[in-house]
């Protein structure tokens, strides 16, 4: 069975960087996409980025607007998300996920237990 763990997650101040990390293990590649979602307080689990391991196919969410970028290394079983000019609007805890490549958090089974990143005005 599938198992994702994050890492990365962070206090940053406004218009700094992150990137996240996202091992996955035992059974990576029987599903087609990995996919990064964050949740704030009071607010529906959102699509931040997706990416098949195999080929060059991204989604991103509307709010990233080419801050963010999405890739993988498919011999390390990982997935990234470098995040740049951050703002406090994108304080949430991130989750790592393995589904079907899709904007929907539904079409996602495994979920990684989350990686809080805070960003500081």
């Known amino acids: 069975q599938v198992q994702l763990a994050e890492s990365g997650g962070g206090l940053v101040q406004a218009g700094g960087s992150l990137r996240l990390s996202c091992a996955a293990s035992?059974?990576?590649?029987?599903?087609?996409?990995m996919g990064w979602f964050r949740q704030a307080p009071g607010k529906e689990r959102e699509l931040v980025a997706a990416?098949?391991?195999?080929?060059?196919?991204?989604l991103y969410g509307d709010f990233v607007k080419g801050r963010f970028t999405i890739f993988r290394d498919n011999a390390k079983n990982t997935v990234y998300l470098q995040m740049n000019s951050l703002g406090p609007e994108d304080t949430a805890v991130y989750y790592c996920?393995?589904?079907?490549?899709?904007?929907?958090?539904?079409?996602?089974?495994?979920w990684g237990q989350g990686t809080q990143v805070t960003v500081s005005s």
């Open positions: 996920a393995a589904g079907a490549f899709s904007s929907y958090s539904a079409q996602y089974d495994k």
């Open positions: 990416i098949r391991w195999s080929g060059s196919s991204t």
């Open positions: 035992g059974g990576t590649f029987s599903r087609d996409t």
